[in-house]
């Protein structure tokens, strides 16, 4: 029987995945340097630590921003990498990553005062929550602007409750360059924007009879297919092709992920307007199959078109177990637990297999 992870080791285990995709980034090819700013204001810094970076504010989201939850997960992560390192260096390389990620998540908490002052935490917390998303689909321009309407709003909510700082003791020295400000600064200068009313009944009532009706574009183009095929499947495994043309108006589209490498997105659009997308893979030599951060807009949410479009795929894909990569926000559980029932592999955390790639 296999023994339940404990609080502790199940922080570790999540850091591990995200450590595990952010060593994916890092090795591949490209640029030296990555800018971490903006385009009017550029800071550039080596691409380990962009990529580091970015992981870690996953790894500070899912454990809320705690302090002492970050560095117990470090310590466990240190352990589990002394164990690994005898017999399998390339999984010690991981959990030290994974450490990585932990301790930089807890520099940023400290830099910003968080780990004394709930309020400092509570704002990292909300402001490394919009950065995961605007990493993930910011290319989204509805998902950029319900993002960062989001975050203006939960920091004035808790700017509005009453302050708990007690203030900073004399050796309590900051430890992580990245500021409280500087965590704020996503919100700075974006517009006051409406929430969206929900959509018409009518308009997802027929997105979602016309799921199974999907605009598919290749992962390559033709010439870079057959090269591909020939080869073995092994050059032009990773190259997605930026040219395929789609229906206009098509309401539901399936093309190559633009965050993750040889995965898939499926997506929604009602009238032109984006409504929902996930990733997913599949590995039919294992019987499984994969999907992550299913995204719904706000005003699409509560309506079963993330639980229609998740069952349009299992009967695109028959005969296979169901899972997720792990690492999602605490209050996504209650999502899971029900999209998942009587689903074979109930989307339960699986880490991929030797077929596939994370990153």
Known sequence: MTRQRTPVEQDAFEAWV????????????????????????????????????????NVLVDCDGDHARLLAAARECEAEAARRAPDSP?????????????????????????HRDDQA??????????????????????????????????LAVIDAAPATDPGPSPNDAATSPITDKDLQDPAAGLLDIEREPLADRAAIAELTACADQVAWAPDRDLWHELIYRLSGRRLYRRY????????????????PSFNRPTWRTRAAYSTDAFAFAVDYQVCRACGLGWVEEPYTETEFQRSGLARTALAVLRSDYPGLSWHTLGGHFREAI??????????????????????????
């Open 18 to 57: 995200y450590a595990r995709n952010c060593l994916l980034y890092e090795n591949d090819p490209g640029p030296a340097e990555l800018n971490v700013g903006t385009a009017a204001e550029p800071h550039f810094v080596p691409r380990s630590l962009a990529w580091q970076q970015g992981y870690a504010m």
């Open 90 to 114: 390339q999984r010690a390389q991981d959990w030290s990553r994974a450490v990585d990620l932990c301790t930089l998540a807890a520099a940023m908490v400290e830099g910003a005062g968080g």
């Open 121 to 154: 935490r509570r704002r990292v917390v909300a402001s490394c929550r919009h950065e995961t998303t605007m990493m993930a689909l910011g290319s989204i321009p509805t998902v950029a602007e319900s993002s960062a309407q989001n975050l203006i709003e939960e």
């Open 240 to 255: 997605r092709s930026l040219r395929y043309r789609l229906p206009e108006g098509a309401p539901w589209t399936d093309t």
């Open 334 to 359: 209650p999502f899971w637990d029900a999209v998942g029932a009587e689903v074979p592999g109930g989307y339960s955390q699986r880490s991929p297999c030797l077929h596939i790639e994370t990153g």
